[in-house]
């Protein structure tokens, strides 16, 4: 089913697979991370790890439409989702500004160890990301940006051996 919002952000869903894509502008991604925690629904995940999947989404998706396409007329944001057996895989692609170094940032917290009037705004989106997905990959081809995520449907402790 694919669904042409208002708004700008278009949805579909069928088989196994979600895709959303929307304009990089703050607003609009508000809407597909709705839209994406929605059809995650859709899935059969325990609420926790949807809930930390919409978290890994949404630093992902805000990093895009703050720094990718910072200074510079927003492009498009596409997402998709698709369900396997024993996990999803996720592929966030834009035509912004690539990585810097073509590569994923290290995740290092910013330090809190400091007087709470100079705690850190940022800092914390690699770390969470890198904690939550299973796995991480970027890559720059033909000018797009193609960041990559695997989310397990059981951590490897919980699966029968």
């Known amino acids: 089913m694919k669904r042409q919002g208002a708004n700008g952000v278009t ?3 069928e088989d196994g697979r979600l895709e ?12 597909a991370i709705a839209s994406l925690h929605a059809g995650l629904s859709n899935f059969g995940l325990p ?4 809930a930390d999947i919409k978290i890994v989404l949404a630093e992902a998706i805000n990093n895009v439409v703050e720094h990718a396409y910072a200074e510079c007329a927003p492009g498009m ?3 998709s989702v698709l369900d396997s057996k024993d996990h999803l895989e996720v592929q966030i692609a834009d035509t912004g500004r ?17 007087d ?9 989106g690699w770390f969470l990301i890198r904690t939550l997905a299973d796995e991480v990959r ?4 033909n000018g797009q ?10 951590k490897k402790a919980d699966r029968p051996q």
């Open 47 to 50: 609420g926790q790890k949807i």
């Open 77 to 79: 944001v596409r997402v």
């Open 11 to 13: 949805v579909n869903c």
């Open 98 to 114: 690539p990585l810097p170094g073509l590569k994923i940032p290290d995740g290092i917290p910013a330090s809190v160890e400091t």
């Open 145 to 154: 940006n193609l960041l990559f995520l695997r989310f397990e449907r059981t």
């Open 138 to 141: 970027y890559d720059r081809k």
């Open 20 to 31: 959303v894509a929307f304009p990089a502008v703050e607003a609009e991604a508000s809407r």
């Open 116 to 124: 709470t009037s100079n705690l850190p705004e940022g800092g914390f």
